[in-house]
């Protein structure tokens, strides 16, 4: 790393992964062929969810809520990701550095009291079915959807401006975008304090939203054991399966980063484990909601329908 005479720096240097070779171009035409699909499959949950009546149910508002929300985390790290693949260490300016940590760890937020808003309705859809659509009518979904993205970009307030008022002395951030753990490496002050305050915040959210979701699938559980047929049994726990993988992905890896032993950032590993939720869970989510799911597979097959009466019409 390179020793700056300067407290502030102007430019920080992305060392991302290390590939030589014919492994470079490959990594780079893999990410982007992921990134481009990710993209795509998200935009078409949203653009089927709103085109098609069949799906104008709160569950599938939120899901493309959540579709809306990984286009833009997804974009907010595998540019510089794809950067630093294809021209190895990659500088990027300090203003841009601490935006894409403040939108990057809003998003993040964002999408975890989003995953605890998703675990309410299902709770309400299974075990209030007979106020469930009272209770969360479309005001209070746009509400409950509008709330988390507050809550999201507010919390993160916190550990960003902590990080963006520290005096840099070194410039190489051992990541592939600009997080926090690696830039409070690069200070030089004793950042511990500061570890300290991001690691209550983003773990007490984490920690809280996790635990809610945790406390509604229990009664969700009571409720569905209860339901008199098998057939009903899992008709209730297949509209929970596809919530249940992303949350077990997202924030798995979230602790383990964040949360987990600091063996494992210093040994370079977060770079890795922050691909599954930078990277891989945005471009699962829509296939996890899609796989074996008969009301999309029935709302596309209607949308092709209406596709095809438009374009015979003369």
Same mark, same amino acid.
């Given at each position: ?43 078409? #949950? ?52 601490? #935006? ?104 007490? #959210? ?5 635990? #809610? ?102």
């Amino acid at each position: 790393m390179d020793h700056l005479n300067l407290t502030w720096t102007q430019t920080f240097i992305l060392a991302g992964f290390t590939t030589t070779g014919i492994l470079r171009p490959l990594a780079f035409l893999g990410t982007l062929c992921t990134y481009l699909l990710t993209l795509a499959g998200n935009l078409f #949950i949203i653009v089927l969810v709103h085109t098609d009546s069949g799906l104008s149910t709160p569950m599938y508002f939120f899901i493309s809520v959540l579709s809306f929300l990984e286009l833009w985390y997804v974009s907010t790290t595998v540019p510089t990701l794809l950067h630093t693949l294809l021209q190895g260490r990659s500088p990027i300016p300090s203003v841009a550095c601490f #935006i894409q940590l403040y939108v990057f760890h809003s998003l993040g937020m964002t999408e975890c009291y989003l995953l605890g808003v998703m675990a309410l309705d299902r709770y309400l859809a299974i075990c209030r079915p007979l106020h469930y659509h009272a209770l969360m009518s479309r005001q209070v979904q746009v509400w409950l959807a509008g709330a988390t993205w507050v809550a999201g970009f507010s919390a993160a307030l916190v550990p960003a401006s902590l990080t963006g008022t520290l005096p840099y002395c070194l410039k190489e951030v051992a990541h592939y975008f600009c997080d926090l753990a690696p830039l409070m490496r690069l200070a030089c002050v004793d950042t511990s304090w500061h570890a300290r305050v991001y690691i209550t915040v983003i773990g007490m #959210i984490n920690t809280c939203n996790l635990i #809610i979701i945790l406390g509604l699938y229990v009664g969700i559980l009571r409720a569905v054991l209860k339901l008199p047929s098998a057939a009903s049994r899992a008709k209730a726990f297949s509209t929970c399966s596809s919530h249940i993988i992303v949350v077990t992905l997202f924030f798995g890896s979230a602790f383990i980063v964040y949360v987990g032993p600091p063996e494992i950032r210093a040994e370079g590993r977060d770079k890795l484990i922050a691909l599954v939720y930078t990277f891989l869970t945005p471009f699962l989510n829509p296939i996890i909601y899609t796989l074996r799911n008969k009301e999309v597979k029935e709302a596309v097959r209607r949308v092709i329908q209406k596709m095809s009466t438009v374009l015979k019409t003369p």
